[in-house]
Every structure is written in C-alpha cells, then in structure tokens.
T-cell receptor, first 113, second 110 residues
Framework: DAGVIQSPRHEVTEMGQEVTLRCKPISGHDYLFWYRQTMMRGLELLIYFNNNVPIDDSGMPEDRFSAKMPNASFSTLKIQPSEPRDSAVYFC???????????FGQGTRLTVV | EDQVTQSPEALRLQEGESSSLNCSYTVSGLRGLFWYRQDPGKGPEFLFTLYSAGEEKEKERLKATLTKKESFLHITAPKPEDSATYLCAVQPPTLGRLYFGRGTQLTVWP
C-alpha cells in the first residue's frame, strides 16, 4: 500500500478564497483523522471519521471549516472563506481501529496571503 | 489545559551520547501512549504504542517506557540519522482522539 495520500502538497491562496484539501486513506482502515500543525499550537485534531461517519468534530475551529468522507477511500477538508490565520500544515491520518496507531500522510502546507 | 507536556523542547547530543526524552501526561484512564518521529517536511511516523504502566518497547537504538504519569524515550548511542522531532501522544478513554505534545527536537551531531 502507498500509505495515506494527500493532495496538494502545497497550496497558496488569497484570503477569502475557497480551499479544498484531499486525502486517500490506507485501504481497509476504518478511521480517518484530520489534523492541523502550527508552531504555536502543535498538532491538533480537527475531526475524525469512523466508517465514513463524522464522530468528533469538536476540533473544527469555525464554521468556515467543513469535512466530508463520501466513501471509504476519499475525504476532503474545505475552508471557505480562507483567512491568513488558517496557514498551517494539514495532515490526514488513518488507522485500522480506534486504539491503534494512526498512519499519517505527508501533509498539505497551506499558505493564505 | 495541556494534556501532554514534553521536555526538553530541544536537545543536542553528540553522536554516541545517550539521553532520554520525557513525556508527562494528565489524562486519566489512559488507553494508550504513542511515540512518533517527525522529519522536516514530512508527516509523523509511528514508533511505539504503550498501554500499561511498566510496559517497555524497543526498536534499534530507541526504548520507550511508561509509568502512571509519564513516558520516557531512551536513545542509546544515537547517530546523526536519529535527528528529528519526537512527538508523544496520549489517548484518553474517548476512543479515537489523540492529544499530542509539542515534541522534542533532537539534533545529533557527528
């Protein structure tokens, strides 16, 4: 398996634009996680899914953020409208069960100018 | 309120100089404690999972241990390729959610 695949690797956008980040989890993994990493706050969980269903979205900072998982092999994280403070590295991770290790993608570095 | 605190924030070691990284946590009812390694520009890479106090795991020059309030990552005779940021994460009783520490940035110079 190629591991967790995220796209794009880098995204630069202007404030107010819509941004969509994509993730393909490892096949057979039932859990998918979206994290955000910044120097100030470290690695924070935004939302996670179990069998394509959102379980905990308490980490989503604002209504500008939304995430979907239409099927077991694809998830998106959307920011609309984007703001400069959203600049961070966004990671997607997946795991086979709830209490085993998560495998991370390479991340998407988002810069909002 | 920080659930996980890692120390030191940064550590510089000479090649072959053994040391330990600390991860202390305040989560009660811990389900698991995870150690990850993160290289610049990459996602965290899983190293170990510890589930109960007294448990130990080893991998090459790394050994992780767990007590009721903290975990240590011992690095024996490190090499420059061990340079990375080491992240600790704890899983509370709520399944799925992980709380990460800020990490320890380790630099091993030849």
């Amino acid at each position: 398996d190629a591991g967790v695949i995220q796209s794009p690797r880098h995204e630069v956008t202007e404030m107010g634009q819509e941004v969509t980040l994509r993730c393909k989890p490892i096949s057979g993994h039932d859990y998918l996680f979206w994290y955000r990493q910044t120097m100030m706050r470290g690695l924070e969980l935004l939302i996670y899914f179990n069998n394509n269903v959102p379980i905990d979205d308490s980490g989503m900072p604002e209504d500008r953020f939304s995430a979907k998982m239409p099927n077991a092999s694809f998830s998106t994280l959307k920011i609309q409208p984007s703001e400069p403070r959203d600049s961070a590295v966004y990671f997607c991770a997946s795991s086979p069960t709830a209490n085993t290790e998560a495998f991370f993608g390479q991340g998407t570095r988002l810069t909002v100018v | 309120e920080d659930q996980v605190t890692q120390s030191p924030e940064a550590l510089r070691l000479q090649e072959g100089e053994s040391s330990s990284l600390n991860c202390s946590y305040t989560v009660s009812g811990l389900r698991g404690l995870f150690w990850y390694r993160q290289d610049p520009g990459k996602g965290p890479e899983f190293l170990f999972t510890l589930y109960s106090a007294g448990e130990e795991k080893e991998k090459e020059r790394l050994k992780a241990t767990l007590t009721k309030k903290e975990s240590f990552l011992h690095i024996t005779a490190p090499k420059p390729e061990d340079s990375a940021t080491y992240l600790c994460a704890v899983q509370p009783p709520t399944l799925g959610r992980l709380y990460f520490g800020r990490g320890t940035q380790l630099t091993v110079w030849p």
